[in-house]
Nanobody, 117 residues
Framework: VQLVESGGGLVQAGGSLRLSCVASGSISSGNVMGWYRQAPGKQRALVGSITSGGSIIYADSVKGRFTISRDNAKNTVYLQMSNLKSEDTAVYYC????????????WGPGTQVTVSS
């Protein structure tokens, strides 16, 4: 199973970015897909997750600004980020697993998001 993220980059505060994660291999469509982020000096934390049926949870810090969506036919999950803040700067990781609260059986290599103020 491989997960590959794309779409990271440098953006000004208040701007938007969309991250994509494509899953390949024997990943089950029933897997929960999630996004995590890790800022320098901090622990990796869940941004949000989405089940195959479309149930979604978000971290409080991103509610109302970030949107997770999923295309099961394409084995792809998206993270639309809006109104970005400097504190959103982190490496963002895609993950897949069986837990809604901590999908972590498979990981992507990560993509850097930098928000300049």
């Amino acid at each position: 199973v491989q997960l590959v993220e794309s779409g990271g980059g440098l953006v000004q505060a208040g701007g938007s970015l969309r991250l994509s994660c494509v899953a390949s291999g024997s990943i089950s469509s029933g897997n929960v897909m999630g996004w995590y982020r890790q800022a320098p000096g901090k622990q990796r934390a869940l941004v949000g997750s989405i089940t195959s049926g479309g149930s979604i949870i978000y971290a409080d810090s991103v509610k109302g600004r970030f949107t997770i969506s999923r295309d099961n036919a394409k084995n792809t999950v998206y993270l639309q980020m809006s109104n970005l803040k400097s504190e959103d700067t982190a490496v963002y990781y895609c993950a897949a697993g069986r837990s809604v609260l901590k999908p972590s059986d498979y990981w992507g290599p990560g993509t850097q998001v930098t928000v300049s103020s």
